[in-house]
């Protein structure tokens, strides 16, 4: 009984991280930043966080404000050279930074420990502390999703060209969006450190971008509930398909297929364009009723 | 209320001298008309005002503050707006939404009221959108403020790209063939909108093929073919200007 429990446990500890993750790469696709550097800031957020407590004996509000700090702080810069990129382009760059980051990792071996990663991390994190942070993010971005800030990000992401014709500095909005990004990321990073009680090197590589990647592309971009529901999905897949054994991967892209064949704007995006689409098609039958009674002119 | 002047501007695209050395005025209080054949470089010019191109010689001055070298948010900010020749609405977005995107700069609220989602901001952004209606009901289109912006015919379309530009503030207002596909009446409907915004002082720089609207409703006429101003002036002037007759009527006899 309680053995179940406590893997239920662990499984909602994996959903919250990876919606963590999730809201970071949600920030940037939004705002039509093309990037995939959130598996690589996240490990820069764990070592963050990691190294400040096995070396300085930081606590965990200490070296999660590291963590979320060098996550902003190396987003931002990166901000910089990707500003002159654009789509596929950026996309290209920041593989290339998580895949640096990864080296960085394993050959700096005086500082990350090499291939065998950090060890012996207290666990400063459980469940509530998880569940009050990235509640807490999910909070702030569906603040900002519905201020200036998240429209100014919808304008760019439509068409960058009619943003700054209406004032929208295109730079300084993406450089916010990749700050933000990189801000969860570290934070969520540093929590994964706190919790797994180790930082891995290998974790935060290509399979950690691609997953993250599926997340939003399963979900959706548009609002903050579409990265939730492709994280949950996705995290609780593997469970459900447990049945199938070595078939798991199959089932898991398959499911993504299927996503981007018939819902391409993602499943929340996709729904909620339909909602619309049903009352836009209300209000229009309420026009055309109200000018058929004079005839066409 | 401003007036905005370029002063001998060149635009080269690799070798190609799309804009030789033009020198126009923009006036409040009136509408300028920029006429011209196809590729004579009409959409250049309103490219270059707005800081989309950069100039490759010459200077643009907003009520004499040199504006060339600003970036195109900037220039936006100054309160000049545009609309595209090829019509450009957020696809993903309300028409009402359309036209709060306009709104941007009106927008004042800090980063840590924003990301705490305090209600000032809420009540910020309702103030945008009752503006935005009331553009729509100034336009007589207030039943479309839900309809998604693609889902517009044409003309309203048009219309809307107009309402977004005008949430701007602007003091100048540049407008890339706003009747083209118009059916006459529609186009007279817009011909009487610019009217009324140039007696509230707006400076208006329309772009047309439209003859019988620009003859009708401009003040003032430049006339560009092949990059070069050929003729400048009152559209009386303009009419009976040989080389403006040579330009059109040559074009279309090749």
Known sequence: MTGSLAAYQ???????????????????????????????????????????????????????????????????????????????????????????????????????????????????????????????????????????????????????TVAVTLGVSVAGYQALAFGLSGAIAGLTGGLMAYHNRSVVPEEFGF????????????????????????????????????????????????????VITYLPHGIVDSLQIAIRRRATAASRAQIVGKEAPDGPA | MARLDLERVSRHFFGVEALKGLTMSVLPGRVTGLIGPNGAGKTTVVNL?????????????????????????????????????????????SVVENIVAGFHTSDHTSLPAQALGLASVRRVRAGLVQRARELLAEFAMEEYAECLAGELSYGHQRRVEIMRALALAPSVLLLDEPAAGMSDGEADELGAIFRRLADRGLALLVIEHNMRLVMSLCDEMYVLD??????????ERVRSDPRVIEAYLGGEAC
């Not at chain 1, 291939?115 to 459980?126: D, E, H, I, S, Y």
């Not at chain 1, 997340?215 to 959706?220: A, K, M, R």
């Not at chain 1, 609002?223 to 609780?236: H, T």
């Not at chain 2, 990059?227 to 002036?233: D, T, V």
């Open chain 2, 226 to 235: 092949s990059g070069e101003l050929i003729c400048s002036g009152a559209p």
């Open chain 1, 10 to 160: 662990s499984l909602l500890d994996l959903v919250l991280l990876n919606c963590g993750l999730a809201l970071s790469q949600f920030v940037v696709l939004r705002a039509g930043v093309f990037s995939v550097a959130t598996a690589g800031l996240a490990s820069i957020g764990a070592y963050a966080a990691g190294i400040a407590t096995l070396r300085w004996g930081a606590g965990a509000a200490v070296g999660l404000l590291a963590a979320t700090a060098a996550g902003m702080l190396t987003a931002l810069l990166l901000s910089l050279p990707l500003a002159r990129l654009r789509g596929v382009y950026q996309a290209i760059a920041t593989v290339a930074m998580v895949q640096i980051v990864l080296s960085l990792a394993l050959y700096a071996t005086d500082v990350t420990g090499g291939a065998n990663g950090l060890n012996g991390v207290p666990k400063l994190v459980g469940t509530p502390e998880l569940a009050i942070l990235v509640l807490a993010m999910v909070y702030v971005l569906h603040s900002l999703g519905r201020s200036r800030i998240g429209y100014a990000f919808d304008a760019i992401r439509q068409d960058e």
């Open chain 2, 49 to 93: 005002i707005t800081g989309l191109l950069k100039l490759t010689e010459g200077r643009i001055r907003l009520e004499g503050e040199d504006i060339s070298e600003l970036p195109p948010h900037a220039v936006a900010r100054l309160g000049v707006a545009r609309t595209f020749q090829n019509i450009r609405l957020l696809h993903e977005a």
């Open chain 1, 207 to 258: 399979g950690m971008l691609v997953t993250v990647l599926a997340y939003v592309v399963l979900g959706g971009r548009r609002s903050v509930l579409g990265p939730l529901v492709g994280a949950l999905i996705l995290s609780l897949l593997p469970e459900l398909a447990r049945p199938l054994a070595d078939n798991r991967l199959i089932v898991h892209g398959a499911v993504l297929m299927l």
